[in-house]
C-alpha cells in the first residue's frame, strides 16, 4: 500500500520561504510523476508542480518562476522549495503519485498546512 508522508509546511511573512517534503513508501516510484497540489479554503484543490523520473517538470501558471520541485529516485522523496511565498499561497499542500504531469494519480498524501501571514 502507497504511503506519502508531507512535512514542512508552517507559518511564515509574505515574501518569505518554506521547503516542503514527501516520503514515499509502499510502492515503486522512481519510474512514475511525483507532485504537489493544493486546496486552499473554499477552493477545488489545484495543480502546483509535478515531475518525471528524470526531471522534466510541469508547474502551475502562479507559481510564476517562484518555486522549485525536485525528487530523489533512490530515496523516494519529492521537495517543494517555494520562495516569495504570498498570502495567496495558503492553503493545505498535497503531495501526489500515480498521475501525469497534468493530472493527479490517485496516491494523496495527507496534506501539510501553509499558512502566509500579510
Known amino acids: 500500500q502507497v504511503q506519502l508522508v508531507e512535512s514542512g509546511g508552517g507559518l511564515v511573512q509574505s515574501g518569505g520561504s518554506l521547503r516542503l517534503s514527501c516520503a514515499a513508501s509502499?510502492?515503486?516510484?522512481?519510474?512514475?510523476?511525483m507532485g504537489w497540489y493544493r486546496q486552499a479554503p473554499g477552493k477545488e484543490r489545484e495543480l502546483v508542480a509535478t515531475?518525471?523520473?528524470?526531471?522534466?517538470?510541469n508547474y502551475a501558471e502562479f507559481v510564476r518562476g517562484r518555486f522549485d520541485i525536485s525528487r530523489d529516485n533512490i530515496k523516494n522523496t519529492v521537495d517543494l522549495q517555494m520562495n516569495n511565498l504570498e498570502p495567496d499561497d495558503t492553503a493545505v499542500y498535497y503531495c501526489?503519485?500515480?498521475?501525469?504531469?497534468?493530472?493527479?494519480?490517485?496516491?494523496w498524501g495527507q496534506g501539510t498546512r501553509v499558512t502566509v501571514s500579510s
Open positions: 501526489n503519485t500515480g498521475g501525469t504531469l497534468y493530472t493527479p494519480g490517485s496516491n
Open positions: 509502499g510502492g515503486v516510484f522512481k519510474f512514475g510523476v
Open positions: 515531475i518525471l523520473p528524470f526531471g522534466k517538470r
